[in-house]
T-cell receptor, first 115, second 117 residues
Framework: AQKITQTQPGMFVQEKEAVTLDCTYDTSDPSYGLFWYKQPSSGEMIFLIYQGSYDQQNATEGRYSLNFQKARKSANLVISASQLGDSAMYFCAMREYVTGNQFYFGTGTSLTVIP | GAVVSQHPSWVICKSGTSVKIECRSLDFQATTMFWYRQFPKQSLMLMATSNEGSKATYEQGVEKDKFLINHASLTLSTLTVTSAHPEDSSFYIC?????????????FGPGTRLTVL
């Protein structure tokens, strides 16, 4: 089974609007971390936001927030007030802290911000 | 924020030659560094995990003798693609995990684009 699932291969959003990128995960570990990365066309990976499985509150970093629903095993990324520079590939990732140290990445969502 | 650099950013080589890629953590010490490979429009594939001063742990299906990894110091890890072939052409990305920090975050390098002719 896929550890990380991103069901939206491509998304479009109007500039200044909010957009939600979906991510679901699969783990039996009691302790894990969830990450979102942005990859512009240049290829570098930019860390955006982190959510620990025991964190009570949803993580927020500027215009990024993580909608963490533990029971549903989802960790959707919300980008508010989209900007043209937000156009990029977005990867959801998970790390299991009990069974191993490997990162599991989703297949990514390509976000295009329309002026 | 923490910065990870990779050198070179791109390289073109002839088939059969070896290529070395460096990954450096510029402003922090990294006990663990990771090497990924990305194929066009696909997700990252973890190749190996390297810990400073010890042998790298390779993922299943990754040839240890072909992709040599050395993590000689807390700020430097190298990936050497030996006897490169056109199928090795890809985007290689490293990441480093900061030592002794409460949060668990990997910082990624900008990547190295390898083209084997």
């Amino acid at each position: 089974a896929q550890k990380i699932t991103q069901t939206q291969p491509g998304m479009f959003v109007q500039e200044k609007e909010a957009v939600t990128l979906d991510c679901t995960y699969d783990t039996s570990d009691p302790s894990y971390g969830l990450f979102w990365y942005k990859q512009p066309s240049s290829g570098e990976m930019i860390f955006l936001i982190y959510q620990g499985s025991y964190d009570q509150q949803n993580a927020t970093e500027g215009r990024y927030s993580l909608n963490f629903q533990k029971a549903r095993k989802s960790a959707n990324l919300v980008i508010s007030a989209s900007q043209l520079g937000d156009s990029a590939m977005y990867f959801c990732a998970m790390r299991e802290y009990v069974t191993g140290n490997q990162f599991y990445f989703g297949t990514g969502t390509s976000l295009t911000v329309i002026p | 924020g923490a910065v990870v650099s990779q050198h070179p950013s791109w390289v073109i080589c002839k088939s059969g030659t070896s290529v070395k890629i460096e990954c450096r953590s510029l402003d922090f010490q990294a006990t663990t560094m990771f090497w990924y490979r990305q194929f066009p429009k696909q997700s990252l594939m973890l190749m190996a995990t390297s810990n400073e001063g010890s042998k790298a742990t390779y993922e299943q299906g990754v040839e240890k003798d072909k992709f040599l990894i050395n993590h000689a110091s807390l700020t430097l890890s190298t990936l050497t693609v030996t006897s490169a072939h056109p199928e090795d052409s890809s985007f290689y990305i490293c990441s480093a995990r900061e030592s002794g920090q409460g949060t668990d975050t990997q910082y990624f390098g900008p990547g190295t684009r390898l083209t084997v002719l």
